[in-house]
């Protein structure tokens, strides 16, 4: 059965929930609204605009007078430059050509997106280099 246009744009407003559910291994399989989202994540267009959300934010961290343009939280500039390495392969697997888990798109979504986490200035003091490479692994299963 296929969705249908409220089933799609119900899925879009309880996106954020839904993201933070999948993020937390919640199976896509369980539920319609989930597995339509979990659809949704592993686009190849979506999985580009994070990557590109990724290497924006690295350019910006590098750019001491630069103010973020993506974003409303200023970046937490000394931990991104940090974990660099890590989050530009993180970037690069979003884009590689194959599969990838729901999982793993659904908590890059939620690193970009949260402005009380481990890239953002003011948030309590987190391990990002953890967090990207959790997400990573949740890419491949």
């Known amino acids: 059965m296929s969705a249908t246009l409220r089933d799609r744009l119900a899925t879009r407003l309880r996106a954020r929930s839904l993201d933070r559910a999948l993020a937390a291994g919640a199976a896509p399989e369980d539920d319609a609204a989930l597995a339509l989202r979990?659809?949704?994540?592993?686009?190849?267009?979506?999985?580009?605009?994070?990557?590109?959300?990724?290497?924006?934010?690295?350019?910006?961290?590098?750019?001491?007078?630069?103010?973020?343009?993506?974003?409303?939280?200023?970046?937490?500039r000394a931990q991104v430059v940090e974990a660099e390495p890590e989050l530009a392969r993180l970037a690069s697997r979003l884009q590689a050509v194959g599969p990838v888990e729901p999982r793993g798109v659904a908590q890059v979504r939620i690193l970009l997106t949260d402005g009380t986490g481990p890239l953002y200035a003011g948030a309590p003091r987190q391990d990002l280099r953890a967090a990207v490479l959790g997400a990573l692994a949740a890419l491949v299963g």
């Open 38 to 76: 979990a659809q949704m994540l592993v686009r190849a267009c979506v999985r580009e605009e994070l990557a590109v959300a990724l290497r924006s934010l690295l350019r910006d961290a590098r750019t001491p007078n630069r103010a973020p343009i993506h974003t409303r939280a200023p970046l937490a």
